[in-house]
């Protein structure tokens, strides 16, 4: 029998809405982070190799066995953080993941305090060979070359700008490499998107990737004016990762209200608790294994010994433009000459690091303006500003705006890039000094006429330069670091000095338009000590000074070139697989066969994408456990035995898929039934190809339209489901109300019934009460009776497919456990609650689960929420007779190990003092102060006084023994203690 009333018994507890706030102890943290940064960094040696970090403790040892993996991939930064992430969804593969580098932490998540990361030890250290034509204003003559040394790469330490290049970059790079036209990847730029941009071109952008894209929440007077003057010349300000990129724009940032987002955050870390992947960092890939041409596994070294690893499919190299090509090369894949100078066997002759692209860019263009420096906020003020989403540290030396151009205006492709930022000189130091390694003379010479004033600088960058670089091996042991030669200015016909020159002469047209003007913009720096002898500022100064000041925008691309078979310059196929060797992939920035008008962290993102899409087709999509592809195959046989497929009668290409289909009332909350039945519904199998795409690919991509915009998305007020009441009073609520009635709601104002739906993405999900009923068999028994493929059996599937269920108590079949919706037992009950339940029981109702077999009863609420993850101890790891075991438990682990190894065991496992486990590089579980405090009673041991007592009559040991053994004497007790006092002096 049906229920016909479903009883509902709200205990709705009213809070005060708490008003946003930072507290003090929150800024003070991050003040002592900074300060603690800089106190490190100070005393930073840059390394000239990796021993600090991994040197062996035989190096002579065999490496020890690790294990057999289907897939092993080295490399965890961006694109290997994607590729981790892909290739263990759906459980079914095995995947090591070994990075060199530690895990990110707060101070690297302040986009501001980036320019101080270079030095640390997220940083490789690699610099470049003294340089002949670029770089000689800089220590020793060698560019910096900072690169990220952790899970994320160098995502945890760029300045978060998110540029993914031009079209015509990507159809350069497709005419010779099919599948890589613009096209072909754009769909995979917005499938790791989650842009909330303000201003962006429709149909561009992706919003529902784990790759958080915003606009820059930080600009200044100089932002506006830098906009202004681009206008002046008769650009366009526009979205350069929309249609045309050729105009200017406020920066569009990889982060998240403000906060770095990192492929660890967006990647690697949501999926470390996978159990089909182990992510190893501090674990440095040493050598590829090949046998026969064949790749089937990786030495590395972790905690100074050497691992092997097996893999059984592939091993994929994600090392990045430098430590790619050089793994390649210690393998024996690379070229000839160069690998037999080393004494390597060579095992493929191929061109690695033989080409490296990379944009320079000029430092020295700073300019003194009229504006006030007397209101800049403290740097409290700013972490507190930062805390709350906004201001300075948002965003990386102030950079704010961007801008491309070209000088032929008939060319869609930008040449240059300039970025915009402004401030106080002073602060600008650590970038110039500490990550630029400028030299203090030439430092002086530009900083010294701004000090107290208020500038603005702007970065030309050239961005298809013609010059080409070189990586190549010092040595075969992999602990030292290759050599990088970024060859700026190197190019035959000297066009790319030449560019740069116009570069610059441009800058100063910007300073000179009235946007700048009218804040009597100028260039007021001293000329360098190396070009005094030009006039200054003429052509012949510039020629000079770029040569002293070019550095390296770290945009490095083509060490592991793609191209064709045949291609004397290539190294990898355009399915990324290396020339002659089976099982190997390489999937990075090193790969990019262009130079392309961007930064290349994107692009980075858009190569993982796709590596992971191209290795799931060769080896079968392992994207959807077996049981859903069943459940998606019987749910598409019984589409195709009858029309109930929700198409509008009468109109071709429309579909409703809401609440609004069903035919009859349900013993349910709407919601349940359409976020199982339809949110997941498949696409009829005769529309399965649309214009030969197949619609599980990004091919094309329908815009999902909402009234509610980026503006009424979910928050965390609405996460709290106590503060649902307010909600209908807010812009979450499309404000619906009946007509006047007859016969209900009289009690009402006007008569009508309020009808809150919620306007917002995600619809009345995030207003509603959360209760989550689907409603009774013969409900949908009654539906199915017209409609063929609706009755329960049929639509059951796919209720469970959509529930994560935690249920307390549940009818067993009758629930899922694996989909994106949590179902769970409501946490809050009350007295009246315990009541409640046992007035049903007197009356002779079951307790039972609503939504399983029957639905006639009692219990307490079943909803749509979600409790945080407990942190739960569930097994032991030890060590017995040489070898490691590992014990789980389904209750609890007791520790009782003692003052000294409880604590040891409880740090080992990441429960203790947080700053102590990060020195050690152990992850954080919980912060405890375990061992603050160790108390313990203290003695003075030589007090020992004379008598005159013989000692001839002390018995011999074997009396003692005796004794002893028959319970008395003195070695019953310890070092003859048999009496004790115990007093107070006061």
Known sequence: MLAKNIILCFLTLFASIPAKYVSGNSVEYYQDLLQE??????????????????????????????????????????????????????????????????????FTDVPGFAPYLPRSDFNWGYKTIPQANACLGLQNKQCNYPRGKAVGGSSVINYVLYSRGNKEDFNRWGIRNEGWYYKNVLPYFKKTENSTLNFEDSGYHGHHGPLSVETANYYTDITKR??????????????????DEIGYSRLQLMTKRGSRCSANKAFANPAKNRENLELLDHSLGIKILIKDKKAYGVEFIRNRKKYKAIASKEVIICGGTINSPQILMLSG??????????????????????????????????????????????????????????????????????????????????QFEYIVSS??????????????????????????????????????????????????LKTRDPLDFPLLDCNFYGDENGEDIK??????????????????????????????????????????????????????????????????????????????????????????????PVTLAAH??????????????????????????????????????????????????????????????????????????????????????????????????????????????????????????????????????????????????LGFKNEQCNYPRGKAVGGSSVVNFLVYVRGNKQDFDKWGRRNPGWDYQS???????????????????CHGHYGPVSVETAKYYSQITDIFLRSAQERRRNILDYNGKDQNGYFRFQIMTKKAKAKKACEVEFIR????????????????????????????????????????????????????????????????????????????????????????????????????GFENLQ
């Open 499 to 592: 560019d740069m020159l116009s570069a610059i002469k441009n800058v100063f047209r910007i300073s000179e338009t009235s946007a700048f003007q009218s804040i009597d913009s100028k260039y007021v720096s001293d000329p360098l000590p190396a070009c005094k002898k030009y006039k200054h500022l003429s052509d012949d100064y510039w020629m000079c000074a770029l040569k002293q000041l070019t550095y390296s925008s770290m945009h490095p691309v083509a060490t592991c070139k793609m191209g064709p078979k045949g291609d004397k310059t290539a190294v990898v196929d355009n399915k990324l697989k290396v020339h002659g060797i089976s099982g190997l992939r390489v999937a990075d920035a090193s790969i990019i």
């Open 423 to 472: 401030g106080q000189v002073e602060a600008a130091t650590p970038f110039f000094i500490d990550s630029m390694q400028m030299t203090e003379e030439n430092w002086r010479a530009i900083s010294k006429p701004l000090e107290g004033k208020y500038m603005w600088s702007v970065l030309p960058f050239l961005l298809h330069p013609k010059s080409i670089g070189t990586i190549k």
């Open 795 to 813: 639509v059951l599937p796919y209720l469970q497919k959509i529930e994560n269920s935690t249920l307390d108590f549940e009818d067993p079949g």
């Open 226 to 243: 830098f906009l202004k003057s681009a206008k002046q010349r008769g650009y366009k300000i526009l979205d350069y990762n929309g249609k």
């Open 333 to 414: 894949i690379g070229p000839k000459e160069h690998l037999k100078e080393l004494d390597i066997s060579v095992v493929q002759d191929l061109p690695v690091g033989e080409s490296l692209y990379d944009h320079p860019v000029y430092t020295g263009l700073l300019f003194s303006t009229n504006i006030s420096t007397q209101n800049e906020p403290s740097m409290e003020e700013n972490i507190k500003h930062y805390l709350e989403g906004y201001g300075v540290l948002t965003v990386v030396a102030s950079n704010t705006a961007v801008g491309f151009e070209s000088t032929q205006v008939q060319i869609k492709n930008p």
């Open 881 to 980: 007779n040489g070898k490691k075991y590992k014990a789980t438990t389904s209750k609890e682990v007791v520790i009782c190990g003692g003052t000294i190894n409880s604590p040891q065991i409880m740090m080992l496992s990441g429960i203790g003092p947080k700053q102590h486990l990060r020195e050690l590089d152990i992850s954080l579980v919980q912060d405890l102060p375990v061992v603050k405090s160790f108390h313990d009673h203290y003695t003075y041991p030589v007090l020992l006084f004379s008598t005159n007592i013989s000692t001839q009559n002390e018995p011999p040991i074997q009396e003692h023994i005796k004794h002893y053994l028959e319970g008395y004497g003195v070695l019953t007790v310890a070092s003859a203690l048999t009496a004790v």
């Open 600 to 745: 290349t962290t994107a692009a980075s993102y858009m190569i993982g994408e796709k590596a992971s899409d191209l290795i799931r087709k060769e080896h079968g999509d392992f994207r959807l456990p077996h049981s859903l592809q069943m459940h998606l195959k019987a749910f598409s046989d019984s589409l195709s035995k009858n029309d109930n497929d929700l198409k509008v009668y009468g109109v071709s290409g429309l579909r409703v898929a809401d609440a609004s289909v069903i035919p009859s009332s349900l013993s349910a909350h709407p919601t349940a039934v359409f976020r199982g039945c339809q949110g997941d519904k498949p696409i009829h199998p005769r529309n399965s190809k649309c214009n030969g795409h197949s619609p599980w690919l990004a091919d094309e991509d329908p815009k999902s339209l909402s009234a509610g915009n980026w503006r009424t998305r979910e928050n965390d007020f609405t996460d709290v489901p106590g503060f649902a009441p307010y909600l209908a009073c807010s812009n979450f609520n499309w404000s619906s109300k009946t007509t006047p009635q007859v016969t209900s709601c």
């Open 37 to 106: 940064f800089l106190n490190n960094a100070s005393q930073w040696e840059q390394p000239t190799d990796s021993r600090r970090f991994f040197k062996l403790i035989d190096e002579h040892k065999e490496a020890i066995q690790y294990g057999h993996y289907d897939f092993i991939i080295v490399g965890v930064g961006v694109a290997g953080s994607v590729l981790a992430n892909r290739l263990t969804e759906s459980g079914k593969c095995k995947i090591l993941a070994l990075e060199a580098g530690g895990r990110e932490n707060d």
